[in-house]
């Protein structure tokens, strides 16, 4: 199935410019070959103590008038439970390997600079028991990175018996003391970040050998929440840290395993970045979308690697940071990374998750950089204001395809080009949902063209179709604090003929369609 589609997207940007003259598209998807299970933490979030991303954004503490549960913004909460967020990995980043937990637990916490982004003071007010408050009032799974570059197996290890243990234990008690007698449920552990990085600067054979160690004593004590470890795996397309953690899993013994491996990639277009957020023109679109659909050959490469050494696919590979990464907006602490949300992030968001629902085999979980406030986030507050971004609105579009089964789907993407960048005009994805309608993603990458698409499916004929898409009148429309519904789905118009779809695609736009048999 992947293969059979990207096939189609190579070809199609190989062949000459005439042939895709024609701005009709047959779709067909096959509903009688079903595929992998589309896990539902693909569309899993990451907030990291990084410029406003929890303070502010997540946190306002217990004093503050903006309304609140506990020190947690209510209307962040309420959006982030509309969209169904099924895992958070917290408190890194970066940020991850120089945290130390203790500091913020109990009633005196103790502040620690955050040499990582800003140089700013972390008061650490929003530690262990805030966060897993936050995670279960939104309705996610907990994902923590814990801190392998400057802590210790044992702190680690005391970390996760802080959390989990029963109040038999003296962390466990610790934990009653400090307001949550029952266990955490701690679903997913990252064993350390970005280790050849800013974690540490390891080779991988001595990260492997410190991976090890935090497999072996970073224990869960909760019997009701099995945990999986997760594993610091490649940087782009660098290959060394996914052959060396593969082949150490496939020789480990009794006393430790993993059963995932990162991978990270941003859509950056050149490091540092500098590509603009707002204001940019059809060049930095056109480079930008070619640069995010290198994330299909990353996967590929690093699930061909793991194959290799895991081919019953136990171990998940977890984009656990991805999106793009621009410029910070102008004015503002440049270690913060705040940056604008346009129409062309709501694209980039949806070529990933097609990508990621694609290799569904391998990739189960996800985690976009960042959720608020940072990077390309779900949504930007200002004080007591609150916005939804445009990529908040292709996650709250996808929610069809949480657990849902990848069906097969041919169409010829055709050509988009735009000086010298050549793309795809043209991707889809479709799965059937667990309501069992058939959904289908079409994204088209054009901006300056609409695209005729004529879907039918094998196994059914459609009787009836309906769908949401999300336009804009330029590619770089933004919404803002005073203009808040700038970029907003609608319901498109389809019509079936001959038992076929029959839609029309804005330019640059991300569209989901219910097929109906």
């Given at each position: ?245 593969m082949k150490a899993y496939q020789g480990h013994s009794w006393a430790w395993s993993i059963e995932g491996l ?104 996800a985690n976009i950089a960042q959720m608020v406030n940072v990077l390309q986030a779900m949504i930007l507050t200002d004080k007591e204001r609150m916005l939804l971004t445009p990529t908040y609105h292709v996650f709250r579009m ?120």
């Open positions: 199935m992947k293969s059979s589609v990207f096939l189609a997207v190579v070809a199609a940007v190989a062949l000459p410019g005439a042939i895709w003259a024609q701005d009709r598209v047959d779709v067909t998807l096959d509903a009688a070959k079903p595929g992998a299970r589309i896990d539902r933490r693909i569309f899993g979030q990451f907030a990291e103590h990084l410029g406003e991303g929890i303070y502010g954004g997540i946190w306002v503490g217990k004093d503050s008038s903006i309304p609140h549960t506990r020190g947690i913004r209510n209307d962040v909460v309420a959006a982030l439970k509309a969209i169904k967020v099924p895992v958070v990995r917290w408190p890194g980043g970066c940020f991850a390997d120089e945290y130390h937990w203790r500091r913020g637990i109990g009633e005196k916490r103790q502040p620690m600079m955050n040499a990582n982004w800003g140089g700013v003071v972390e008061p650490n007010t929003f530690g262990t028991d805030e966060f897993m408050d936050f995670a279960q009032q939104i309705g996610a799974e907990a994902y923590i990175s814990v801190n392998v570059g400057s802590g210790t197996p044992g702190e680690a290890a005391e970390w996760l018996e802080y959390m989990t243990a029963s109040t038999e234990d003296a962390l466990g008690a610790e934990r009653a003391k400090n307001g949550h007698a029952a266990p955490y449920k701690v679903p997913f552990v990252g064993l350390g970040n970005e280790s050849w990085d800013c974690g540490g600067g390891m080779s991988a054979d001595f990260y492997v050998s410190q991976m090890k160690l935090h497999a072996r004593f970073v224990r869960n004590y909760n019997p009701d929440q099995p945990m999986q470890r997760i594993a610091v795996g490649p940087n782009g397309g660098d290959t060394a840290y996914t052959e060396a953690v990162s991978l990270h990639s941003y859509t950056h277009g050149g490091w540092p970045p500098s590509y603009k957020a707002t204001g940019f023109d059809e060049k930095a679109y056109a480079a930008l979308l070619k640069d995010t659909l290198s994330m299909e050959e990353l996967v590929t490469t690093h699930s061909a690697i793991m194959d290799k050494y895991d081919p019953e696919k136990k171990v998940a590979l977890v984009v656990d940071e991805w999106g793009s990464w621009l410029a910070p907006t102008p004015g503002t602490n440049p270690g913060f990374l705040m940056q604008q949300n346009s129409q062309r992030d709501a694209i980039i968001a949806g070529l990933n998750l097609n990508i990621f629902a694609r290799h569904a085999d391998r990739v189960r979980m996808y929610l069809p395809f949480q657990d849902a089964t990848l069906l097969p789907v041919a169409f010829e993407a055709g050509r988009y080009q735009h000086g010298e960048v050549t793309l795809p005009r043209l991707d889809a994805m479709a799965a059937k949902g667990a309501d069992g309608k058939v959904y289908l993603s079409l994204i088209n990458l054009d901006p300056n063209r609409p695209a005729d698409i004529d879907v039918a499916a094998l196994g059914f004929k459609v009787k009836s179709a309906s769908g949401e898409t999300l336009a804009a009148a330029k590619f770089d429309a933004i919404n803002t604090f005073e203009a808040p519904n700038t970029v907003m789905p609608k319901s498109l118009t389809t019509k079936v003929s001959n038992g076929k779809a029959v839609v029309r695609l804005a330019p640059a736009s991300v569209t989901v369609l219910a097929l109906n048999p």
